[in-house]
């Protein structure tokens, strides 16, 4: 069975400080990893994605992620926060169906 | 770029009615999901389909039905509309790796 842990419901950083949020994820077989933002009254856009290539993988807005088989995880960072960062983000797992995380919103102090 | 969309940005119900939410996809896409989603609780998976009449339970199909008669659309029904189910409802479609989502449905039923 395929799941994800999301850590962290809210995460608050200022802007210019390092965003981490939190994924890990258990499945029975090598899975396909994502992480999808959504901005307020929108639907859900890629940031990034693992399929088994290189395991630090970069995305969109200066994202990055780095799939630890031995850790199970997947966590997300960008060095340096922007206001225009503040969203819902989610963790998303596929290696039969599609399953996500319960969401991380990120807020971005001034 | 591949488009999904959805019939419905929003939509009020009366509790008992049938209700169908459309989804098409313009990208040829073998795959096909509906979410719902809730604060706190992510992304939750009602149906999916892998291919024209073919349709697999995901995680909350009760209450639910799906309709695929077409690769392009695959439509969400709902039986009894019930209060339980006042939700965002998500579309996606994708070609085997990551997905790609409509604008959401907000349904309030009452």
């Known amino acids: 069975a395929q799941s994800v842990t999301q850590l962290g419901s809210h995460v608050s950083v200022s802007e210019g400080a390092l965003v981490l949020l939190r994924c890990n994820y258990s499945?029975?077989?090598?899975?396909?990893l994502f992480w999808y933002v959504q901005y307020p009254n929108q639907g859900l856009q890629l940031l990034l994605k693992?399929?088994?290539?290189?395991?630090l993988v970069k995305g969109i807005n200066g994202f990055e992620a780095e799939f630890k088989k031995s850790e199970t995880s997947f966590h997300l960072t960008k060095p340096s926060a922007h206001m225009s960062d503040a969203a819902e983000y989610f963790c998303?797992?596929?290696?039969?169906?599609?399953?996500f995380g319960s969401g991380t919103r990120l807020l971005v102090r001034p | 770029d591949v488009k999904v969309t959805q019939s419905s940005r929003y939509l009020v119900k009366r509790t008992g009615e049938k209700v169908f939410l459309e989804c098409v996809q313009d990208?040829?896409?073998?795959?096909m999901f509906w979410y719902r989603q809730d604060p706190g609780l992510g992304l939750r998976l009602i149906y999916f389909?892998?291919?024209?009449?073919?349709?697999e339970k995901g995680d909350i199909p009760e209450g639910y039905s799906v309709s695929r008669e077409k690769k392009e659309r695959f439509s969400l029904i709902l039986e009894s509309a019930s209060t339980n189910q006042t939700s965002m409802y998500l579309c996606?479609?994708?070609?085997?790796?990551?997905?790609?989502f409509g604008q959401g449905t907000r349904l309030t039923v009452v």
């Open positions: 996606a479609s994708s070609p085997g790796t990551e997905a790609f």
């Open positions: 499945s029975s077989v090598p899975p396909y």
């Open positions: 693992y399929t088994s290539a290189a395991t």
């Open positions: 998303a797992v596929s290696s039969y169906k599609l399953i």
């Open positions: 990208m040829d896409h073998e795959n």
């Open positions: 389909s892998y291919d024209v009449k073919m349709k």
